[in-house]
C-alpha cells in the first residue's frame, strides 16, 4: 500500500512575519487608490460641513430649586402628601413633582403667559404664539387634511376652545414636553438622586424665551403645589376662624343683655327676675369656656397651617447671557473625514480580499 506522506498535523497559524506582510500589502493597495479614496471622502466633508453651518442655534436656561416639606413631624407631612398624592410615610416623591411640571395643567398656563420677546417686536403676546412663530409650526403642521398656515391663539379660555385650538395645544404640549414625533423637546427636567435638589431646563432658538420658560414653569408649579398641598389644612383653619368669631360675636351680645337687663334692674327682689339674670350668667359661662376652647383649636390650626405649608425654593435660577449650542464645524469635518475615509478603505481592502481569494 501506498504510505501517505501528508503529515497528520498541518500548522495553520499565521506568524508575525506573514502578517506584517499582508498589512503592508493592504497600506500598498490603499496607498495606490489614495486619490480614490480622497475623492470619496469629499462629499461626506462637504456634507458634514454644510449641516455644521446651517445647524440651528440654541440656547438651554437651567434652573434648580429645592423641595421643603414643611412639615418637620411625619402627621403634618404625611397629611400634605396624602392629600396632594406624592409620596408615603413622608417621604417625598421627587419623580411626582417632576411629572407634574411637565402636565398640561401647568404648561398651557405656561404657554398662555403674555411676554415681550425683544427679537419678535414689543407687544406682549402669548408665549404659545411666540413658539409658533418662531419654530413656523403652523407650516409645520400644514398637510393635506388640514392648513394651519397663519394660525395663531387669540384667547387663554380654554373652555371655549374649539377643536382646532384644542388640537394646536395639545401638538404644542407635545412640542414643549416631548411627544410620539418630537425628538428634542423644548423642556426637560430631571432631580439628584443624592441630594434631591430639582433641576429643569429649556432649550429655544430664542435665548430670552429660554429664560421665560424655564422662569414661568417654576412659577406655576410653586403655586399650584403649594395650593393643592394646603388646601385640607386651609379649609380646617377658615372652619375654626369662622367658629370662633361666630362664638364671639354671641358672648358679646350676652354680656351686652346682661349689662342691659342689670342696669334695668338694680333692686332685684322678683324671683322671676333673678332666675333671667342667673341664666343670662350661665349663658356667658358657657360661651366663656366654648370661645377659650375654640382659641385654642384656632390657634392649633394656624400653627398647622404656617409648619406644614412646604415650600419650593429656587437655588440657581437661569441669567443671560446664555451659551449657545451650536455644531463645532472643526468637529463635523473630523467626523465627515474619518466616515469617508474608513468606507473607501473598507471598500478598496474588501475588493483586494475577494480577488485574492478568487485567485
Not at 116 to 125: H, M
Not at 179 to 199: A, C, H, R
Not at 242 to 258: C, F, M, T
Request: glycine share 8%; net charge negative; hydrophobic share 35%.
Amino acid at each position: 500500500m501506498e504510505q501517505n506522506n501528508i503529515p497528520p498535523y498541518q500548522d495553520d497559524e499565521i506568524t508575525l512575519k506573514e502578517l506584517i506582510e499582508k498589512l503592508l500589502e493592504f497600506w500598498r493597495e490603499l496607498w495606490s487608490k489614495k486619490w480614490w479614496i480622497i475623492l470619496i471622502t469629499i462629499p461626506f466633508l462637504v456634507y458634514f460641513g454644510y449641516k455644521a453651518k446651517t445647524s440651528v442655534i440654541t440656547y438651554t436656561a437651567v434652573l434648580t430649586y429645592t423641595l421643603s416639606d414643611g412639615g418637620g413631624g411625619g402627621g403634618g407631612l404625611s397629611g400634605i402628601l396624602g392629600s396632594f398624592g406624592l409620596g408615603k410615610g413622608g417621604k417625598v416623591n421627587l419623580d411626582r413633582i417632576v411629572e407634574l411640571s411637565k402636565s398640561r395643567n401647568i404648561i398651557q398656563k405656561v404657554l398662555f403667559t403674555k411676554v415681550v420677546i425683544d427679537t419678535l417686536g414689543d407687544t406682549p403676546d402669548y408665549i404659545a404664539n411666540h413658539l409658533l412663530t418662531l419654530y413656523e409650526l403652523d407650516k409645520e403642521w400644514t398637510n393635506e387634511n388640514k392648513d394651519w398656515t397663519g394660525f395663531r391663539f387669540t384667547s387663554d379660555s380654554i373652555k371655549s376652545f374649539g377643536s382646532d385650538e384644542l388640537s394646536a395645544l395639545k401638538k404644542l404640549h407635545g412640542k414643549v414636553v416631548g411627544g410620539k414625533d418630537v425628538k428634542d423637546p423644548i423642556f426637560s427636567n430631571g432631580f439628584n438622586e443624592d441630594t434631591g435638589i430639582l433641576s429643569m431646563n429649556s432649550n429655544t432658538v430664542d435665548e430670552e424665551l429660554s429664560i421665560t420658560i424655564c422662569n414661568e414653569v417654576y412659577k406655576q408649579l410653586k403655586k399650584y403645589y403649594e395650593l393643592s398641598s394646603t388646601k385640607g389644612g386651609q379649609n380646617t383653619f377658615n372652619f375654626v376662624e369662622a367658629k370662633k368669631d361666630s362664638i364671639l360675636n354671641l358672648l358679646k351680645s350676652k354680656k351686652y343683655q346682661l349689662a342691659k337687663f342689670e342696669d334695668s334692674h338694680r333692686d332685684l327682689t322678683d324671683p322671676t327676675l333673678l332666675v333671667q339674670k342667673s341664666m343670662i350668667e350661665t349663658e356667658i359661662q358657657k360661651l366663656t369656656l366654648m370661645y377659650g376652647e375654640v382659641t385654642k383649636n384656632y390657634e392649633l390650626a394656624d400653627f398647622s397651617l404656617e409648619t406644614s405649608t412646604p415650600d419650593i425654593t429656587i437655588i440657581d435660577e437661569p441669567l443671560p447671557p446664555l451659551e449657545p449650542n451650536a455644531m463645532s464645524l472643526l468637529m463635523e469635518l473630523i467626523k465627515g473625514g474619518l466616515l469617508g475615509g474608513l468606507l473607501a478603505a473598507g471598500f478598496f481592502i474588501a475588493r483586494k480580499i475577494v480577488r485574492d481569494a478568487m485567485g
